[in-house]
């Protein structure tokens, strides 16, 4: 067992994890933080979808260890100071970007970081963008309209 | 996964000492050992992590004019650095996801050499050099063949210098589960030639199709590949394609990626 510092959320944490501990199985077993999902465990689906030093990273194909001091940022940091939904999370309820939730905190922190890196996407980059982060609910139309919309721009989206 | 001891040397010697062991196996950005790993298709008993390593990151021009990225450059850098080879940044920014992009490094991906991938198309038709701790090779000599390189055990990919083409593109017929190539074609014009190099088609892994190179280096246009086929012998088939549709997809993306290029 190896010892392991981080901040998660802005908040200084350290913890003993194994070498083959994933991020993913350090932030919700070792933190207890349940936000970050596992779905495939193969990084196929996204739902694991974390910001490690400002960027998208699939928690269950990064070790606990090699993120020993960087900045994380999970689904749990994502609110408001005040608890309250931040843009992009109510940008989500608002057009109905989640059905049964599984997928929403992988494609929150995508979208997250896209709107990061590219403010004001066309479409057709939201849909790009979100290539590795799968939803078997909605069909996806609701998510990026929820994007598009977070982004200031219309929502009206054309089904495929 | 079985279990392991994870490393993250600080330095390059230290990591080659690591590597000396022979249970111990290279980490770059785990996005294809993670999985394989979890698969337990393999079972070191030591990962060294190449990237706490400094001085083998990041993207700049050598004096000769050619384009050196570090090893452990991940695939989302080389896409917005690579702004002098726009066909690479292209082939960099299109490997697997934004996720896996972040993480994947090119030197991994090389090390690797799956016959899918998109790198090796890159580095063979560029004639790159790959340097390592240890020495320098030329792509014509690195790779060797499925998952073989040659590389000696424990070699670490420092660097990959590609020497800017006149003109290049290349084209992914994508797979669409699992992102990789189904065939991937890299077309790159020099002053003294056309270098074509094939991914996801062949069981040797990555190759340069002369015959269209030929072709190309007294033509650079598509119609210049007008009766020539790629054979379907040693082609890969699976479920996603058998050997004749691979050999097909050969000249058609060659044809578009020429057509991009000009």
């Not at chain 2, 920014?93 to 490094?105: L, W, Y």
């Not at chain 2, 014009?189 to 007294?218: C, H, I, M, N, Q």
């Amino acid at each position: 067992m190896s010892n392991v510092t981080m901040k998660v959320n802005g908040k200084p944490v350290s913890g003993e994890v194994e070498g083959r501990t994933l991020l993913s199985s350090f932030l919700r077993e070792g933190l207890e933080m349940t936000g970050t999902h596992i779905g495939c465990d193969t990084s196929q689906c996204g739902a694991c979808v974390v910001h490690v030093n400002g960027q998208a990273v699939k928690s269950c194909t990064m070790f606990a260890l090699e993120a020993e001091g960087a900045e994380v940022t999970t689904i749990e940091g994502m609110a408001n100071p005040d608890g309250s939904l931040s843009v992009l999370q109510q940008a989500f309820q608002d057009h109905h970007g989640l059905q049964c939730g599984f997928c929403t905190p992988g494609m929150v922190m995508s979208a997250a970081a896209l709107l990061q890196d590219n403010p004001k996407p066309t479409e057709a980059e939201v849909r790009d963008y979100l290539e590795g982060n799968l939803c078997r609910c909605t069909g996806y139309h609701n998510i990026v309209k929820a994007i598009m919309a977070a982004s200031g721009q219309d929502v009206a989206v054309a089904a495929e | 996964m079985y279990d392991f001891i994870l490393e993250r040397p600080t330095s390059l010697d230290a990591a080659v000492a690591l590597l000396s062991d022979e249970d111990a196996q290279a980490l770059g950005g785990g996005q294809t050992l993670i999985p394989t790993l979890k698969q337990r298709l393999a079972q070191p008993g030591r990962l060294v992590s190449l990237t706490a390593i400094p001085g083998i990151r990041g993207i700049c021009r050598a004096e000769d004019g050619a384009l050196c990225i570090g090893g452990t450059t991940p695939h989302g850098e080389v896409a917005t650095g690579a702004t002098a080879y726009p066909a690479l940044a292209d082939l960099a920014g299109n490997i697997g996801d934004p996720a896996v992009r972040s993480r994947g490094t090119i030197g991994g991906s090389l090390a690797n050499n799956d016959p899918s991938a998109c790198y090796p198309a890159a580095a063979l038709a560029s004639g790159a050099t790959i340097v390592t701790n240890d020495r320098q090779i030329a792509a014509d000599d690195y790779f060797q063949g499925m998952f073989t390189t040659a590389l000696e055990e424990g070699e670490i990919i420092t660097e990959v210098r590609f020497p800017v083409p006149e003109v290049a593109n290349y084209q992914k017929f994508e797979q669409p589960a699992s992102r990789f190539a189904l065939v991937g074609v890299f077309v790159a014009k020099y002053p003294d030639g056309v270098r074509v190099a094939v991914t996801g088609a062949s069981e040797e892994g990555v190759f340069r199709w002369t015959e269209a190179e030929a072709a190309l280096s007294a033509n650079f246009t598509a119609d210049a590949l007008d009766g020539l086929s790629a054979p379907a012998d040693g082609m890969i088939g699976d479920l996603h394609g058998t050997p004749a549709y691979r050999a097909h997809l050969i000249g058609v993306l060659t044809k578009r990626a020429v057509a991009a290029a000009s």
